[in-house]
């Protein structure tokens, strides 16, 4: 994981920066126009969701930015298809070196294991269901220079949706769905259709995801899915995507593909965490687990975290918890929280 910051005064807890600073925003040039077209075949009683997700007919697409069927203690065992080569296997592995050095994952080679991925070259960029759907699952890549691609593809394997899907989007983006083609997507019977479905809210909320990251790895380009031949992300009559004031100066780098951002690697992390990490809210789930998505109250997870473990604290106020001598960490998810004495 990427450096956070740490307690900065009494009962104030701050998360890290708003944005992480990459190197280069350069995007996946496959991904500035619509990626599918008609031509592309999706295997049968499948669909294609946004853009390079491809699901079952009757999935359920009231879902948050993230999916909630994760792999099993972060183990994600996957093969490769033998008409991938030997140098393209390499950049998939520092692909998955990248997210194993950010959340507490293990891509290991299969070995007869039931559930697993498969990938495969091919002609364009996709990946089956969103985290661990059972049996086998294929990741589909064309783009194997753009190591950022590669990330991006595994961020679904893990359990993410794009950013852009989030509940809160239109606070930070407009969709102009006059740039947005209407003839490059297919609809169930692989006519063309419109492409405004690709740009679908998928979130009943934002509570669980940190500041909207215009540099993360899982944003649409400014491009995704344009009208225009040509497209660039300052052109407003081709643009599909517009970062909104005060925002604007990160027009350019959404739809980057570096790598991970840092909030791509910290959410990532929250939701494969470390063994003595638990989670804790002010508002308390029904039945809390103390992970990222089911946490304790603050009292509880005191209680339970382990010597020198680490306590991440929810957006939120939390009353006071009396005195506790064990050594331990606190420290935020992503915005300050406070606690009462």
Known sequence: MHATTKLLAAGWFLAAPLFGQLADSATDPAEDLAKFTREVLIPERLKLIDGDIVVPI????????FGTSLWPNGRVPYEFATNVGSTNEQRMIAAMQEWESLADVNFAPRNGEADYIRIISDSFNAS?????????????????TTHGTLVHELGHVLGFYHEQSRADRNTFVQINFNNVSQTACTDSNGNPASCNSQFTIRDPGDSEHGPYDFGSVMHYGACAFSNCTTCAATNNSCATITVLAP????????????????????????????DNWVFADDQISAIPFGTFLDPFGLAQALLIVPNNGKVWLKPGTYGGVGRIERPMKL?????????LN
């Not at 009757?58 to 930015?65: L, V």
């Not at 269901?129 to 294929?138: A, I, K």
């Not at 959404?254 to 470390?274: C, H, K, N, T």
């Open 58 to 65: 009757d999935f359920d697409e009231s879902r948050a930015t």
């Open 128 to 144: 089956e269901f969103l985290g661990r759907n059972g049996g086998r699952q294929r990741v589909w890549i064309t783009s194997w």
């Open 247 to 274: 925002n604007t100066a990160q027009q350019t780098l959404i739809g980057q593909r570096v790598g991970a951002s840092f909030w791509d690697g910290r959410v990532m992390s929250f939701l494969y965490p470390e």
């Open 331 to 339: 420290e935020a998810t992503y915005t300050a929280v406070r606690i």
